[in-house]
């Protein structure tokens, strides 16, 4: 028999966290996560049942729905990833599936992304360092698709100027943590 652990994308048992001068940069395996993609000619039944279900519609682009227990970030014309505690919501794609029917091609992506928090009240300098996004002008719950590292990724804003979430490939999460902690190591 095997003697398995589940382990986060960094390696680790428990989800990692670096405390940097006052920035923090913390790992987060917690995030169960589906992408959502509108059939052809079913759009408007996907927006109505995802708004139903997020509890207001799915977010156009730039822009992230922060909610619990359901948030959303649009990733292209009619495609949102969705996100949940993961704890509560293992199989998020199955409830997806469940709710949105044939209006939506649902893919579980949980496996598929890691999520990195970082806050402090540099993080915007990091940000500038790291990807052309306008991390100066956004707002709490605006979203881009960005490069960290020729990474293709997203930045979230989850509070402005003071706390962002990068989400990047899990097969790069070394790469991705890697950038985040040289570059607040170079602005400390």
Do not use: N
Not at 32 to 61: F, K, M, Y
Request: overall charge negative; hydrophobic content about 40%.
């Amino acid at each position: 028999m095997h003697d398995l652990a589940p382990l986060t994308a960094l390696g680790h048992a428990a989800p990692w966290t670096d405390q940097i001068g006052g920035m923090a940069i913390t790992e987060r395996p917690q995030i169960a996560l589906a992408s959502v993609t509108a059939r052809q000619g079913r759009e408007p039944t996907c927006r109505q049942t995802l708004t139903t279900w997020l509890g207001d519609g799915p977010p156009p682009p730039g822009k992230a729905l922060l909610r619990d227990p359901f948030s959303a970030l649009w990733m292209g014309p009619d495609q949102w990833i969705v996100a949940a505690d993961y704890d509560a919501h293992e199989r998020l794609a199955d409830e997806l599936k469940a709710k949105l029917k044939q209006a939506a091609s649902i893919t579980e992506q949980t496996d598929a992304w890691v999520c990195f928090d970082v806050s402090g009240d540099r993080v915007v300098d990091l940000c500038e360092r790291l990807c052309p996004a306008p991390a100066r002008r956004m707002q709490t719950g605006d979203a881009q698709r960005t490069t960290v590292h020729q990474m293709g990724c997203f930045l979230v804003c989850l509070k402005q100027s003071e706390e962002m979430r990068f989400i990047g490939p899990r097969s790069s999460a070394g790469s991705l943590y890697h950038a985040l902690v040289t570059a607040a190591d170079a602005i400390v």
